[in-house]
T-cell receptor, first 114, second 116 residues
Framework: ETGVTQTPRHLVMGMTNKKSLKCEQH?????MYWYKQSAKKPLELMFV???????ENNSVPSRFSPECPNSSHLFLHLHTLQPEDSALYLC?????????????FGEGSWLTVV | AQTVTQSQPEMSVQEAETVTLSCTYD???????LFWYKQPPSRQMILVIR??????QNATENRFSVNFQKAAKSFSLKISDSQLGDAAMYFC?????????????FGAGTRLTVKP
């Protein structure tokens, strides 16, 4: 059982759709992250929130819009995506923004854009 | 910028044997953290072991241990008594201790197969 839960686990959407990925952490952490994992590429950091404040936006296109209403929940709103956005999206959390004890990942949301 | 290199795309080991996965990194910083993550077919990334750069003693977690060579910027993972459940992708990761919310750099991964 994971302390970081992601829903949905699988999502298929058209390029004109609007959908959202949800992440919830039950670890009492204060920092949350979105990572993108594509085939044959290293994990890419997309966004970081620390105490609900966005502190990192790693040059992510505006068709990805994060939202962090509180320290336990993180959303990734998706709009007008492209087929190359198909990937595994991993949510993670850490005790604080330093992450010295490591960051803890959810099981990921598989996104397919058709 | 810091980079993490895993030079072995694939490795295999016989069950109950020992295997070592390699990782090197490039940094000009002196204070940082290193991690090994395991990603089984379920795709969840699981933290296996961590090492603080200021500690000379190599970290150990049950059957998993690391060989941390700071001068050589090397951080290999040794899995002893390999089990079928160890089959997974293994990622080495680096994180600076200098800044808040900085990026955790991941290597490209090593796919480990365990043969019964």
């Amino acid at each position: 059982e994971t302390g970081v839960t992601q829903t949905p686990r699988h999502l298929v959407m058209g390029m004109t759709n609007k959908k959202s990925l949800k992440c919830e952490q039950h670890l009492g952490h204060n920092a949350m992250y979105w990572y993108k994992q594509s085939a044959k590429k290293p994990l890419e950091l997309m966004f970081v929130y620390n105490f609900k404040e966005q502190t990192e936006n790693n040059s992510v296109p505006s068709r990805f819009s994060p939202e962090c209403p509180n320290s336990s929940h993180l959303f990734l709103h998706l709009h007008t995506l492209q087929p190359e956005d198909s990937a595994l999206y991993l949510c993670a959390s850490s005790q604080d923004g330093m992450g010295e004890t490591g960051i803890y990942f959810g099981e990921g949301s598989w996104l397919t854009v058709v | 910028a810091q980079t993490v290199t895993q030079s072995q795309p694939e490795m295999s080991v016989q069950e109950a044997e020992t295997v070592t996965l390699s990782c090197t990194y490039d940094t000009s910083e002196s204070d940082y953290y290193l991690f090994w993550y395991k990603q089984p077919p379920s795709r969840q990334m699981i933290l296996v072991i961590r090492q603080e750069a200021y500690k000379q003693q190599n970290a150990t977690e049950n059957r998993f241990s690391v060989n941390f060579q700071k001068a050589a910027k090397s951080f290999s993972l040794k899995i002893s008594d390999s089990q079928l459940g160890d089959a997974a992708m293994y990622f080495c990761a680096y994180r600076s201790a200098r800044e808040v919310n900085n990026d955790m750099r991941f290597g490209a991964g090593t796919r480990l197969t365990v043969k019964p």
